[in-house]
């Protein structure tokens, strides 16, 4: 019989291929990446853009257009990790005492809660330290909206994937744990936006979507280097003492037409801070262990999935945890109290049980007293029935021929004025149409009707024609209380 560790059984189920996706606004791009004789081989790589928003539609159609794009290009891979974009990303940073290291965690917890705009019960936080030069600890604290990553996670189990790991483009393209790290800021030019990771004393010290970098003329993506200047210039100017003279260089990473002309407007513009810039095009050799494919353009689904096939955690970890029943059932009974549980249990479904009768009980009361009185709610219901059916024919106010009387009493009776139609809306709203021989009379007629008290709002509309037959239309409303009634 072959036993085997716990180390060896997980390393025979790291999956030899693991799909990488990216996903920015509407944008969503992916690759499928395998490891097959000691070298990573990419099969199946698209860009498209969602018609279909994962936060706010349906998970079941949204996983299935990102199926449909899937099969489009053969890829059959489930196991999927996710770059996720950086405007989800709230950050706040903290300095952090000298206390021992069991209270830290309380210390950034009631942080937290200072720091962000929103209860952080909502927020699956993330937490990067770094140090000083003069030794003080410091704490970025990154938190992205739950429902966001429940909403995503639903979407990519409904096209069939399986999620892995989800997290953040730019520590893709430059983890902040590896020692070179130190004293670097990256630039990831993304699809409307560039994101900011500054990695300095062993950690990230800055954490940023700079809005406003790209703009859309067209189909053309515009790069604002000034405006990118100005936010490199501001994250380093609130730097803590002593860190801002360990960055030294500043990486940039995105297509090479826009990486390159970022690069070298950079360089002008920051050149007397004396920072070596520098545009990211190709991965180093062996730079995840194993030779990637030549001629491989730098993204940040391929960095990730590649660390992933290498067995590196992600800089940060945002996929949420899902215990099993096993867990949840061990979680819950492991204090050694089953005894006092189980008591607690059946007392609560007695008291349940309970309840459940006396509402049963009610229910028969109720039900009887219905039979009793049902022949009479129905006659009264058929007979309220009858009311709202033929009230409207019951109108003793004879309302039509009270407004034509008063619209006939204000008409001059010499007929200089005369009405060809009357639409009466509503027994309300009336519309009246005719002839009139001259405007002072057309004029008369109106006066004469504004002085009717349950006549509203006469307004005389457009006229045509000439005299003797100038046509005319006039609008008013009638209110039975008189123009002061409500």
Known sequence: MIKLNRQDWFRRQRPSGVLGLALDGSRLEGLALRRANGALHVHGAFSVSLSLDPLTNDPELVGREIRNHLEAQGIRERPCVVALPLKWALTTQVEVPELPEADVASLLQIEAERGFPCDVQT????????????????????????????????????????????????????????AAADGVLALAISESHVGLQLTAGGGVAALRALEGALETEGSQRLLRADVVAREVRITLGQLPPGLRETVRRIRVFGPTHLSRQLADELELRLEAAGLEVESVERYAANEFGSPAPPDTPVSPAFSLTAERLAERRAGFEFLLPTPTPWQQWAARYSSGKLRTVAMAAAAAALVVGGLFLYQQVRLWRLESQWRGMQTAVRQLEDLQEQIRRYRPWHDNSVRSLTILRHLTEAFPEDGAVTAKTVEIRGLNNVTCTGTARNYPALLKTVENLRKVRQFREVALGPTRGQSPALQFTFNFQWNEGGQNAD
Do not use: C, M, Y
């Not at 410091?138 to 069939?160: D, M, V, Y």
């Open 123 to 178: 927020l699956h936080i993330a937490t990067s330290r770094f140090q000083t030069a003069d030794g003080k600890q410091h704490a970025l604290l990154i938190g992205i909206p739950k429902n966001h990553l429940t909403a995503l996670e639903r979407a990519l189990r409904a096209a069939k994937l399986k999620p892995l790991s989800f997290a953040l483009g730019v520590a893709a393209l430059q983890p902040p744990g590896l």
